[in-house]
């Protein structure tokens, strides 16, 4: 049975649709913290790039993004955001048909649905299974009659496995396991099998077939996108082809439609998936997604200690900034563990450390 589970910490939700003991999709959403995926803006070309395709353009935050088409330098246009910022690159935007928005400067017209009700969307009939009441305040109005109260979103399995999300790693069918390198050009997925004797009756060809529907999970899972490049596991260079079309039918349920373009010459798997929010891990790895993991972890850690006392965080300038443009996920923090949250600049921590004291 298909269930949509809500984990709820401050600033974050983590939602997760399992069907059984199988995770089938996942999506953070941080209300404080929007990646402008979606969004509906009346920007203003600053420099033509015809090369390119498109023309540059500012928006009202004074923050830059590519729009597709040509337009005249100077115009104002109103523009949907079709990827947010990612990969070392800014928004890209396409032009919105139909009477322009009213206005002389930029400005956000519209907001463009949330990671949960693009969920919500994707599955009507599920409820939508919540553990924390601070989440109903966020929730859109027209989500409220699906909520439902549990006592505990997330149990210690889909806890784990969530996890493993934010690790290089995951482990397949059959035995094998995929190691997972972001580029900046391209995702490297390396296919592996640690223990090919153990399998004697099911040849490398199978095996790998057999765990392409995993895999693409893993993919659509993490959101990873652009080119992705996969190696397989233990099949001759001359068999590899013929792998593309088991491939390709293990992402027909992808929403964002992958397509499968064939082997290099090298037995490379090649694939392309449609760029839209940024993927996990750069969600992960980000000032805010560093933020938020820390208030989380020491919410969750907090077990024995009495309410109350001088909460300090200390964490680098960028970690520190992103939760200090995010105060309501320090409002929800300071109720949760009963005083305000104290942030600390440490110019010589990395953003992916941190140090608590209560």
Same mark, same amino acid.
């Given at each position: 049975m298909k269930e949509c589970r809500i984990a709820w910490s401050p600033g974050e939700a983590r939602i997760a649709v399992c069907d059984g003991d199988d995770l089938i999709d996942f999506a953070l959403w941080r209300p404080g913290m929007p990646d402008g995926y979606g969004d509906t803006h009346l920007v203003r070309v600053q420099k033509a790039a015809p090369a390119l395709g498109g023309a540059f353009v500012t928006l009202a935050d004074h923050s830059t993004g590519f729009l597709t088409g040509t337009h005249q330098e100077g115009a104002l246009t109103a523009a949907r955001v079709t990827r947010s910022?990612?990969?070392?690159?800014?928004?890209?935007?396409?032009?919105? @048909?139909?009477? #322009?928005p009213e206005g002389d400067t930029p400005r956000l017209v519209a907001y463009g649905p949330t990671p949960l009700e693009d969920i919500a969307a994707r599955y009507p009939d599920l409820s939508l299974c919540c553990d924390d009441p601070a989440l109903m305040a966020q929730i859109p109005a027209a989500l409220k009659p699906r909520i439902e109260r549990v006592p505990q979103a997330f149990d210690a399995v889909l806890e784990a496995y969530c996890d493993e999300l934010a690790t290089p790693q995951a482990t397949l069918p059959n035995g094998l396991r995929a190691t997972i390198t972001p580029t900046p050009a391209l995702t490297a997925i390396d296919l592996d099998d640690?223990?090919?004797?153990?399998?004697?009756?099911?040849?490398g060809f199978t #095996?790998?077939?057999?765990?392409?529907?995993a895999l693409a999970r893993e993919?659509?899972?993490?959101?990873? @996108? !652009?080119a992705i490049l996969i190696d397989p596991a233990g099949v001759p260079l001359r068999k590899r082809p013929a792998l593309g079309s088991f491939l390709a039918a293990a992402f027909a349920d992808d929403p964002m439609q992958p397509k499968m373009l064939g082997a290099t010459s090298l037995g490379l798997l090649e694939v392309v998936r449609v760029r839209g929010r940024a993927p996990l891990h750069e969600a992960l790895a980000s000032p805010g997604g560093r933020g938020l993991s820390a208030l989380?972890?020491?919410?969750r850690d907090?077990? !024995?200690?009495?309410?109350?006392?001088?909460?300090?965080?200390? #964490?680098?300038?960028?970690?520190?900034r992103a939760l200090e443009a995010d105060p309501e996920a320090l409002a929800q923090f300071?109720?949760?563990? !009963? #005083? @305000?949250?104290?942030?600390?600049?440490?110019?010589?921590y990395p953003d992916a450390y941190w140090s608590f004291a209560p």
């Open positions: 910022a990612q990969n070392g690159k800014g928004l890209r935007l396409k032009p919105v @048909s139909g009477k #322009a640690p223990s090919p004797d153990q399998r004697r009756q099911m040849d #095996a790998n077939r057999n765990a392409f529907p993919i659509s899972l993490r959101n990873l @996108s !652009g989380r972890q020491i919410l907090r077990s !024995g200690r009495k309410a109350g006392g001088t909460p300090v965080l200390r #964490a680098s300038l960028g970690v520190v300071a109720l949760c563990w !009963g #005083a @305000s949250l104290t942030l600390t600049m440490m110019p010589d």
